[in-house]
């Protein structure tokens, strides 16, 4: 008599993802009662105990592939192309990668589908493209498409939001380049819970992916964002794909960043910076001029860093407030910086600046929206705070940057003779540095001032 097949079964977490064997009332990771969802794994017509035999051979039936030396694996250039945006291709490390799955967050409204229909509109005048919508219909993309002035041959559209319709009808075509917006509401037959849920997000993205990887096509995929600004779904979404990349920016702004967060091809944490205007978004080839729209007048607190961000230096104005406390318990406010980093910094310069400021409020803003996450801002953070402390300006032409330590040293940072090189060229006259960067044979119209302290950067303003 044959042997019917048996279908393997896990229950997996809705909250955390965990699989368990069998169900139970709570979960043993994140301890969240009533989350376990019973997902199907496939099939099998061994028994466990041929299974256990297979398991102590080491092997578990037909082997499809085989163990290569690590001298005889070709490691030839992969083959990039462009996406017809410089930005984008410097934040994804020159380009596109056939077979790579690139994943695009950001906030509603950032700008996600807008960009990715003006790359699919232009690649597709070169070669098979696909995008599949599951959020918007087939005539609002239609009327976008329109509005953007973008060619509208050649693209193949597709509203679809169960994958195994997705690849299939994608196998026919063959595209070299697949949107899929959004993975977050894209559902498969195989999983029994609701489009959106951690194991329809994450068997979703391994159907999508796997066919990417055997096909060579380079897919993008959409993800929405919760409220503190993190990717919705499974933590294990940003293992599975090859670069994640976040579209920052709002509707108060017309300015969008494109920084890298993940990247298995080229450098992370690199930036691109795009201008949202009535024909989609337009890429900024100069980023520091948008920054550096500063009024005539010198007002005291404001002050010009140079940070380094991926493979380019950038110009950003920073900004201070120091006033009175009201109540005995001053507030610190950082807004583009570490709070915590400020409340650090600022017991500093207490105890190694000879300042007091344990009865002011303290506001520090980086101008243009830009996110700091480096600690070459330290120094500019501080002399902009004295500076609106004592109430004097600083001048136009100074760019200050250098990290500071806990015993008032400071520190040099990377790149910093490409950072002053950069400053130069925004004609900017004199530069607060650390000693260490001061760079060997000086930079023709700036005045380089080399400090080991911070009671010597005090003294040089």
Not at 70 to 83: C, G, M, Y
Not at 103 to 118: D, E, F, M, Y
Not at 317 to 344: T, W
Request: one cysteine or more.
């Amino acid at each position: 008599m044959a042997k019917t097949a048996k279908t393997k079964t896990a229950y997996v977490c809705s909250d955390c993802g965990t699989e368990h064997g069998k169900w139970q009332g709570q979960c043993v990771a994140c301890k969240e009662w009533n989350t376990l969802t019973r997902i199907s794994l496939g099939t099998t017509n061994q028994s466990p105990s041929v299974q256990a035999d297979f398991r102590r051979q080491g092997y578990a039936g037909e082997r499809s592939a085989a163990v290569q030396d690590l001298s005889e694996i070709d490691v030839a250039a992969v083959p990039r192309f462009s996406s017809t945006m410089g930005e984008l291709d410097r934040v994804l490390g020159g380009g596109l990668v056939p077979g790579s799955v690139i994943l695009i967050g950001g906030n509603p409204g950032a700008g996600k589908s807008t960009l990715l229909l003006q790359i699919m509109c232009m690649l597709a005048q070169q070669m098979p493209a696909m995008y599949v919508t599951g959020e918007e219909s087939l005539q609002q993309v239609g009327m976008r498409a329109k509005r953007l002035g973008l060619p509208e041959k050649n693209l193949k559209m597709l509203a679809e939001t169960q994958v195994e319709t997705i690849c299939e009808l994608a196998s026919e075509i063959q595209p070299r380049l697949l949107v899929v917006d959004s993975i977050q509401v894209m559902h498969s037959g195989d999983v029994p819970s609701a489009p959106g849920s951690v194991s329809q997000v994450r068997e979703c993205a391994a159907y999508l992916i796997r066919y990417a990887k055997q096909t060579g096509t380079v897919l993008f995929l959409v993800g929405h964002v919760t409220k503190d600004g993190t990717l919705a779904g499974p933590k294990v979404l940003e293992h599975m794909i090859d670069c994640f990349i976040m579209l920052e920016g709002g509707s108060d702004t017309r300015f969008r960043i494109l920084r890298g967060q993940k990247n298995r091809f080229g450098a992370v944490n690199e930036l691109g910076v795009f201008a949202m205007t009535e024909k989609g978004l337009k890429e900024v080839k100069n980023p520091s001029a948008i920054f550096l729209a500063r009024t005539e007048e010198e007002s005291p607190g404001s002050l010009v860093m140079v940070l380094w961000e991926g493979t380019r230096p950038l110009l950003v104005e920073i900004q201070a407030l120091v006033d009175g406390g009201q109540g005995g318990n001053p507030r610190r406010l950082a807004v583009g910086l570490d709070q915590n980093r400020l409340g650090m910094l600022l017991a500093v310069l207490h105890r190694h600046g000879g300042l007091y400021m344990a009865d002011q409020d303290v506001f520090v803003n980086v101008v243009g929206g830009v996110k700091v996450t480096e600690t070459s801002a330290d120094l500019a953070l501080l002399l902009a705070i004295v500076s609106s402390f004592r109430d004097r300006a600083l001048p136009h032409e100074l760019v200050v940057f250098g990290e500071v330590g806990l015993a008032g040293e400071i520190r040099p940072v990377p790149s910093g003779q490409e950072r002053l090189q950069e400053a130069a060229k925004h004609g900017f006259r004199k530069a607060i540095v650390p000693k260490a960067n001061c760079p060997k044979s000086p930079i023709a119209g700036m005045e380089i001032i080399g400090v080991s302290k911070l009671s010597e950067a005090l003294a040089a303003m």
